[in-house]
């Protein structure tokens, strides 16, 4: 069964300014411990099934995805179009609070 994880916050690369490419890494908390991971690791725990993630707007969770834009994978709501609005509308984690 994979593990479910809620994502709250996200951190963004200083020198990227396409959508697709400026989410560094997403982070929250589970069971009550903060965590972070580096895109790369939730794209590969989506797609192998290992883990699942979803972010909360008002009352609705929405899946986070693995989408493809120029032959480059990234992270998006499920009901984002193009670009990652949802996630890049979350805060920055507090890199103090958050453990890699």
Same mark, same amino acid.
């Given at each position: 069964?994979? !593990? =479910?994880?809620?994502?709250?916050?996200?951190?963004?690369?200083n020198y990227y300014f396409d959508p697709h490419e =400026?989410?560094?890494s997403l982070g929250g908390e589970y069971l009550g411990a903060p965590w972070r991971l580096p895109?790369?690791?939730? =794209?590969?725990?989506?797609?192998?099934? !290992?883990?699942?993630?979803?972010?909360?707007v008002g009352h609705k969770k929405l899946k986070i995805i693995v989408a493809t834009y120029n032959n480059k994978e990234y992270l998006?709501?499920?009901?984002?179009?193009?670009?990652?609005?949802t996630l890049l509308a979350l805060p920055l984690c507090d890199s103090l609070k958050v453990i890699k």
């Amino acid at each position: 069964m994979a !593990l =479910i994880r809620q994502v709250s916050c996200i951190r963004k690369r200083n020198y990227y300014f396409d959508p697709h490419e =400026i989410i560094e890494s997403l982070g929250g908390e589970y069971l009550g411990a903060p965590w972070r991971l580096p895109d790369f690791m939730v =794209i590969h725990y989506i797609k192998t099934g !290992l883990e699942k993630y979803f972010v909360k707007v008002g009352h609705k969770k929405l899946k986070i995805i693995v989408a493809t834009y120029n032959n480059k994978e990234y992270l998006k709501a499920e009901t984002d179009d193009y670009s990652p609005d949802t996630l890049l509308a979350l805060p920055l984690c507090d890199s103090l609070k958050v453990i890699k």
